[in-house]
């Protein structure tokens, strides 16, 4: 395991996360 | 594909997840808030909240895929020896997020009147929860960021069996 791959992964995570708002907000948005 | 990238991809999927699932859930709470703070549907008696299909559906979808991607995103954080930040976090955000829908309904009630003190109490408590939860996270990725993005060190570590060889002094043989 290397900091690089650390980083990597948070970074994973904070993209997935980034979207994973629109897409949810997107989803509620149109369901209510 | 390799492990460690079809970790990153799983890792991106999983919390996109869990981000959808807390906007989802937090979205719908508001949505029944505006309506009262409760609603229900079937059985014998006249309701006078009645819950719409999609406010159901978004709230007990949003809280079972919510644990599902939670648990998928932890998994992956073990089996990629990812940084073990993010149980905390998401428990963190959930209860800030949640405890800001009681905050913001509790001091400016949708229907007018004053402060419901019914929404604004669980809201402290929901954001002291958040405290709870932030302050690990926040602790471990001090750590993290001290140790310059190295991995954390492993909580068990193979037993080290140290052997001395004892020479006996040729004089004091019998």
Redesign the interface.
């Known amino acids: 395991?290397t900091?690089?791959?650390?980083?990597?992964?948070?970074a994973?995570?904070?993209?997935?996360?980034?979207?994973?708002?629109v897409?949810?907000?997107a989803?509620?948005?149109g369901?209510? | 594909m390799g492990r460690?990238p079809a970790?990153?991809?799983g890792?991106?999927?999983?919390?996109?997840?869990?981000?959808?699932?807390?906007?989802?859930v937090?979205?719908?709470m508001r949505?029944v808030m505006r309506q009262g703070g409760f609603c229900a549907s079937g059985g014998p008696y006249e309701i006078s909240s009645e819950c719409?299909s999609?406010?159901v559906?978004?709230l007990f979808g949003?809280i079972v895929a919510l644990l599902v991607f939670a648990a998928l995103?932890s998994a992956l954080?073990e089996w990629?020896?990812?940084?073990k930040?993010?149980l905390f976090a998401i428990c963190g955000l959930l209860f800030a997020a949640l405890g800001w829908n009681f905050i913001e309904y509790g001091v400016d009630p949708p229907q007018g009147g004053g402060t419901v003190w019914g929404w604004l109490i669980p809201g402290v408590l929901f954001w002291l929860m958040a405290v709870g939860f932030a302050l690990p996270a926040l602790a471990r990725a001090v750590e993290?960021l001290r140790r310059?993005?190295?991995?954390e060190p492993p909580v068990f570590s193979r037993a080290t069996v140290r052997a001395v060889a004892l020479q006996q002094d040729p004089e004091e043989t019998p």
Do not use: K, N
Request: charge should be negative.
């Open positions: 395991v900091r690089a791959w650390t980083f990597a992964f948070l994973a995570s904070a993209v997935g996360g980034a979207a994973g708002i897409i949810g907000w989803i509620a948005d369901a209510l | 460690r970790a990153l991809v890792v991106a999927l999983s919390a996109a997840g869990v981000a959808a699932a807390i906007a989802v937090y979205l719908a949505d719409t999609a406010q559906s978004l949003g995103h954080t990629a020896d990812g940084p930040v993010g993290w310059g993005g190295e991995p």
